[in-house]
């Protein structure tokens, strides 16, 4: 008699959970991620990721407000309304393994007075030497922007055709809202989280606006 505790298809690993209450946390304590606002996931498998559920200061996130949701199946009852476009970057890459969204106010003002052709265009700045494989300065990032939307799915689907034209990169932005980014971990997810907002508030303050 096979005598082994059958695993809970809701059950969730403790470096997943470990992983998303990190990236919570940091970005509570800077500030991104004001009143509910946020989301934070991790990769569990190739179906399944860790995500915060909707609600609740992110910042005081506990494992209590982390959910187990399939990225491919129905939508889980305690998900947040924007969980589809941590479901899609899983989807379209293996090497992603953890995505964040904040409200950093940098991300915002960028997303408003920063954009070109829908994009952000970072270029020439030692901080890129922050994302995962650049090696130099002397490159350049375009960030894309999408005008903001209550349809999720249909958002998610346009980001998604967007980013297999232009290239997966490493964040997107939300006109108004926010950014998303992402990295193979949570760790290098938190990265570039930190060299955006400190690239965005660089070039904000050489136009002379305050961030």
Sequence with gaps: MNSAVPIRHDALPEDAV?????LAHHAGAKGWVP????????????DHCAITASGGDKGALTAD?????SVRGPAHPRASAEA???YLMYRMSPEIGAVAHVH??????????????ERVKIKGLELLKAFKGITTHDTHLDVPIF???????????????????????????LAGHGIYAWGANAGEALRHLDAFDYLFTLMLKLKGIPA
């Design 18 to 22: 470990r992983g998303v209450i990190a």
């Design 35 to 46: 009143a509910t606002s946020g989301n934070f996931s991790v990769r569990i498998d190739d």
């Design 147 to 173: 005008d903001n939307d209550q349809d999720m799915e249909g958002l998610a689907q346009r980001v998604e055709a967007r980013l297999k034209s232009d290239g997966l990169g490493f964040g997107f932005l």
């Design 84 to 86: 589809p476009l941590h």
């Design 65 to 69: 407000g982390v959910i187990r949701a």
């Design 104 to 117: 950093a106010q940098p991300a915002v003002l960028a997303s408003l007075v920063l954009a070109k052709k």
